[in-house]
């Protein structure tokens, strides 16, 4: 089992929708939890992150966090073509320095 | 304010040569991680420092090596290349201790031919 898993796309959207990214971790004792956009070429960019289990809001992002079902969502509202990119579920990992643990993406395109 | 740095951005290396990949962090941040990043993954640990000293170690062979300086900068090296370490190498900055938020450099593409 990978420890963090995300479907890997690509997740198609309407511009003006809302994208619905989801991620699910195995480490049961994971505390913090990111969010990173990756353009093509490019490297990854922290949007978000959540520590504590709810929602957390940041303009047209919501992160959501569930640590009972060991689960993160990522939602972005009024998609842009502009958010067309891989998006990153990142989970901190206990026992070896903070070192980030990555899923594997999911691409997300926004057709206009 | 500048982010991180990494030189160079790009380098072509043959296999069994060796080499050094440079990190400069966001200034005031005391940690530097390392990561590898092939097409279609996500970044994969291989070092953090933090404060100069080795904090965390990913599962990558002793051929990876790195360290930090005294003004928080990092190196890693890798010797007796692979065509296998051909990818993207990330570094990551961040102000260290309870702190976990990473901020990435523009990463260096290395391709080993």
């Known amino acids: 089992q990978k420890e963090v898993e995300q479907n890997s796309g690509p997740l198609s959207v309407p511009e003006g929708a809302i994208a619905s990214l989801n991620c699910t971790y195995s480490?049961?004792?994971?505390?913090?939890f990111f969010w990173y956009r990756q353009y093509s070429g490019k490297s990854p960019e922290l949007i978000m992150s959540i520590y504590s289990n709810g929602d957390k809001e940041d303009g047209r992002f919501t992160a959501q966090l569930n640590k009972a079902s060991q689960y993160v969502s990522l939602l972005i509202r009024d998609s842009q073509p502009s958010d067309s990119a891989t998006y990153l579920c990142a989970v901190e990992g206990w026992g070896n320095g903070n070192k980030l643990v990555f899923g594997a993406g999911t691409i997300l395109r926004v057709k206009s | 304010d500048a982010g991180v740095t990494q030189s160079p951005t790009h380098l072509i290396k043959t296999r069994g040569q060796h080499v050094t990949l440079r990190c400069s962090p966001i200034?005031?941040?005391?940690?530097v991680s390392w990561y590898q990043q092939v097409l279609g993954q996500g970044p994969q640990f291989i070092f953090q420092y933090y404060e100069k000293e080795e904090r965390g170690r990913g599962n990558f062979p002793d051929r990876f090596s790195a360290r930090q300086f005294p003004n928080y900068s990092s190196e890693l090296n890798v010797n007796a290349l692979l065509l296998g370490d051909s990818a993207l190498y990330l570094c990551?900055?961040?102000?260290?201790?309870?702190?976990?938020?990473?901020?990435f450099g523009p990463g260096t593409r290395l391709t080993v031919t």
């Open positions: 200034s005031g941040h005391k940690s």
């Open positions: 990551a900055s961040s102000p260290g201790g309870p702190v976990y938020e990473q901020y």
């Open positions: 480490d049961r004792v994971s505390q913090s």
